[in-house]
């Protein structure tokens, strides 16, 4: 699917969110700058959260409980290495079980094997401008 901006993308995010329900898992791919983290925002404002919403590259984790459902959002972009990333996720897949929230996981590479039963959202370029989006379902999912 196209979208033509950062507003359509955040607003996509946001319709997506009706989907999620706990201990939903979400995994999002795509170049630096593709909009993984204002699909985020979307999915955060149809979700009622009210913490303003930034990407966790350095902090590597980011937590908002003000919403309809716990988010966790992680980003392992800056992870180079496989066990530190199990570890993260292991930790944050224990903390949604047990507050029925959703994960939303990006640069999802090093992890990918351990996960199943998840979405799966692909985020790239356009050719002249915008981003084209790919969302599968986790009935869809398979290691890509």
Do not use: C
Request: aromatic share 10%; glycine share 6%.
């Amino acid at each position: 699917m196209f979208l033509e901006s950062l507003s359509s993308t955040i607003l996509l995010g946001k319709d997506f969110a009706k989907q999620l329900v706990p201990k939903s898992k979400v995994l999002l791919k795509g170049p630096i700058g593709a909009g993984k983290t204002s699909f985020v925002k979307g999915i955060a404002e149809g979700l009622m959260i009210k913490e303003n919403i930034t990407s966790p590259t350095f902090g590597l984790s980011h937590h908002y409980e003000s919403g309809t459902i716990p988010l966790i959002h992680i980003d392992l972009y800056r992870l180079t290495n496989a066990l530190s990333a199990e570890e993260l996720f292991l930790e944050e897949e224990e903390e949604i079980e047990n507050n029925q929230g959703i994960l939303i996981i990006e640069w999802p590479e090093l992890i990918m094997p351990l996960i199943n039963n998840s979405w799966l959202i692909k985020i790239d370029y356009a050719n002249e401008k915008g981003r084209e989006i790919n969302i599968y379902q986790p009935t869809d999912f398979k290691n890509f």
